[in-house]
């Protein structure tokens, strides 16, 4: 095959001219920290999955910390998760002094089996973490009815499920007249959304809404736009201390933009996961991403194959000398290096994880690419395996 000249990265935003103008805006108003940009996104946000709080923030790494904070979850207490997830989600439970419990996951569709996180809950357990993994959606009834025998939350690890559906139900809201989840969402530059960096908190419960602004902004009961906006006053209180972590504006005005595009971006990702569906279908040497098998929207963060037919480094950089870029998604959480060191943890635990984890390569995937970029990784993923035949 012909070695294409110019770079074909994993992922690109999907940035345009509409996103700058909304910055450019932003900066001329004269404020540009969170305000009413801010407020916009948010009520997107709880127009898109129907949950009646939504608290924008500056990360979703972020999020679950003030979320994890505010759940009281601290030494001693445990949380199951994944541990095909990013570390983010660990990160956040081991610096809250808690201890995380891995679920195995189900190789085909890289979703956490709930059978085997039911298991895993143990009287010690204060919150279980399902991921909605590469934008399909985790199996929430079962995990939530798991979470409801023992009287604990369940809280959504969306970062992937800007737009994804469990059962006709957008990703962080109400179950068939349950109240709903928590769900915590990333605006990262790979996401189908972006607000360069960013998240979002969505939930179904006051109290722990006005918790989470509290502590989203240093603890103060008064954001600045309502303290220094038209009609504000400067005086506010602390009742507890609180961090650093608000959305500002500048950034709020490209998600702002996305909002009103995610359906088209969304769309598009599934017509280029259907090529490379279509395209790598029947290729040995590959196992392709399953389907889950319950009534869902997939949301196609990524894409990401299983290499069996040769050494995984070995197909990355073939990959790389034909000026294809590919993404780890992700390495198992309970094979890093300090999360054995410190709950010892290690291989053997999760056999579906780790048979996955040894495979799994992501390949591009952004509005952006164009049809022939998806049949340039198809023959070029061909032509390495059948070299190596």
């Not at 709880?46 to 904070?69: D, E, F, K, M, Y």
């Not at 445990?78 to 995380?100: C, D, H, I, K, Y």
């Not at 650093?244 to 995610?262: E, H, S």
């Not at 040769?310 to 309970?334: Q, S, Y």
Request: hydrophobic fraction near 40%; charge should be negative; charged fraction near 20%.
């Amino acid at each position: 095959m012909k070695i294409r000249d110019d770079f074909l990265p994993l992922s690109r935003p999907a940035l345009g001219e509409e996103e700058a103008a909304a910055v450019v805006a932003s900066l001329r108003s004269g404020w540009i920290t969170s305000g009413p940009r801010v407020a916009e996104l948010e009520e997107a946000f709880r127009g898109l999955t129907g949950a009646p709080h939504a608290v924008a923030v500056a990360s979703a790494t972020a999020g679950l910390h003030i979320v994890l904070t505010a759940l009281g979850i601290g030494p001693g207490d445990e949380v199951v998760t994944p541990s095909m997830t990013f570390a983010s989600t660990v990160n956040q439970v081991a610096l809250r002094g808690a201890t995380p419990v891995f679920a195995d996951c189900d190789y085909g569709t890289l979703q956490v089996l709930p059978s085997d996180l039911a298991s895993r809950i143990s009287p010690g357990t204060k919150a279980v973490i399902p991921v909605h993994f590469a934008g399909a959606p985790a199996d929430l009834d079962p995990i939530r009815a798991a979470a409801d025998r023992s009287g604990i939350p369940v809280i959504e690890d969306a970062a992937h499920a800007v737009g994804t559906s469990y059962k006709g139900v957008p990703a962080g809201g109400a179950h068939r007249g349950m109240p709903g989840n928590i769900a915590v969402f990333s605006f990262h530059p790979i996401k189908n959304i972006t607000t360069a960096e960013g998240g979002m908190v969505t939930c179904h419960d006051d109290a722990l809404a006005a918790r989470l602004r509290l502590l989203r902004f240093h603890g103060i009961e008064r954001d600045a736009w309502k303290r220094y906006g038209k009609g504000g006053t400067p005086h506010y209180d602390i009742r507890e201390p609180g961090y650093k972590y608000n959305l500002t504006d500048i950034q709020a005005a490209i998600g702002v933009v996305q909002m009103r595009r995610v359906a088209d971006l969304n769309l598009r990702r599934a017509e280029l996961a259907g090529r490379y569906l279509g395209c790598l279908h029947g290729v040995q040497g590959i196992d392709l991403p399953q389907e889950v098998p319950y009534p869902h929207a997939h949301s196609w963060h990524l894409f990401i194959v299983k290499v069996t037919g040769m050494d995984r480094d070995l197909f990355i950089g073939e990959l790389a000398a034909r000026n294809v870029g590919v993404g780890l998604h992700f390495p198992p959480c309970h094979l890093l290096s300090y999360v054995m060191g410190r709950y010892g943890t290690g291989y053997g635990n999760l056999p579906e994880t780790e048979r996955a984890g040894g495979r799994i390569v992501s390949l591009p995937l952004f509005p952006g690419m164009a049809d022939e970029d998806v049949e340039y990784v198809c023959e070029a993923v061909r032509e390495i395996l059948a070299e190596r035949g």
